[in-house]
Antibody
Framework: QITLKESGPTLVKPTQTLTLTCTFS??????????VGWIRQPPGKALEWLAL???????NYSPSLKSRLTITEDTSKNQVVLRMTNMDPVDTATYYC????????????WGQGILVSVSS | QSVLTQPPSASGTPGQRVTISCSGS????????VHWYQQLPGMAPKLLIY???QRPSGVPDRFSGSKSGTSASLAISGLRSEDEADYYC???????????FGGGTKLAVL
């Protein structure tokens, strides 16, 4: 059974760096074709893809946010970490991590999400 | 502004069949699979259709997907009150080298 859970701060101040951790089970990020991605959703708005990391350590980022994002993995802990710099109130959103199965790079299993508010 | 275009809203009465469209372009829908998600209020999105027309285990066959050229559609037959949710299409984009989501369609069951 594949499960994912996001963790991290629920409140950050403007200009701070957000670090979110996705802890997963039921699969290995060393399995050919598998990846873990991050997606966010501002309150009342649509989903927005942020980044993903593949089994072979290939990484892809949203072009509009690429300069602010870093995605890394800790295979020994079954974790993927997303770092977003220079947070702004417009970054207030629910952040989801998701398992990217073979042929489903948009995510086939999703975590419950974590609401992150940006406010001074 | 999403590159995958969906109608912001749709509606139907119980038992009816409704369709939700998703319009894209060659680098995304035209070249890659389309996937659909259902998001119930306050919940995480759930994969409803993958690879254009495949249903994950547990998804009723009332839900079906299709794709033609640079557009795709989600059809829901035998509409039920519990189908009231937001629906999103998504696809990989070869130009973006990343994932695109549609703007979402809010389905109301009247």
């Amino acid at each position: 059974q594949i499960t994912l859970k996001e963790s991290g701060p629920t409140l950050v101040k403007p200009t701070q760096t957000l670090t979110l951790t996705c802890t997963f089970s039921g699969f290995s990020l060393r399995t050919n074709g598998v990846g873990v991605g991050w997606i966010r959703q501002p309150p009342g708005k649509a989903l927005e893809w942020l980044a993903l990391i593949y089994w072979d350590d290939e990484k892809n980022y949203s072009p509009s946010l690429k300069s602010r994002l870093t995605i890394t993995e800790d295979t020994s802990k079954n974790q993927v970490v997303l770092r977003m710099t220079n947070m702004d109130p417009v970054d207030t959103a629910t952040y989801y991590c998701a398992h990217m199965g073979v042929g489903v790079p948009t995510g086939d299993y999703w975590g419950q999400g974590i609401l992150v508010s940006v406010s001074s | 502004q999403s590159v995958l275009t969906q109608p912001p809203s749709a509606s139907g009465t119980p038992g009816q069949r409704v369709t939700i469209s998703c319009s894209g372009s060659r680098p995304n829908i035209g070249s890659n699979f389309v996937h659909w998600y259902q998001q119930l209020p306050g919940m995480a999105p759930k994969l409803l259709i993958y690879r254009n027309n495949q249903r994950p285990s547990g998804v009723p066959d009332r839900f079906s997907g299709s794709k033609s050229g640079t557009s795709a559609s989600l059809a829901i037959s035998g509409l039920r009150s519990e189908d009231e949710a937001d629906y999103y299409c998504a696809a990989w984009d070869d130009s973006l080298i990343g994932v695109l989501f549609g703007g979402g369609t809010k389905l109301a069951v009247l």
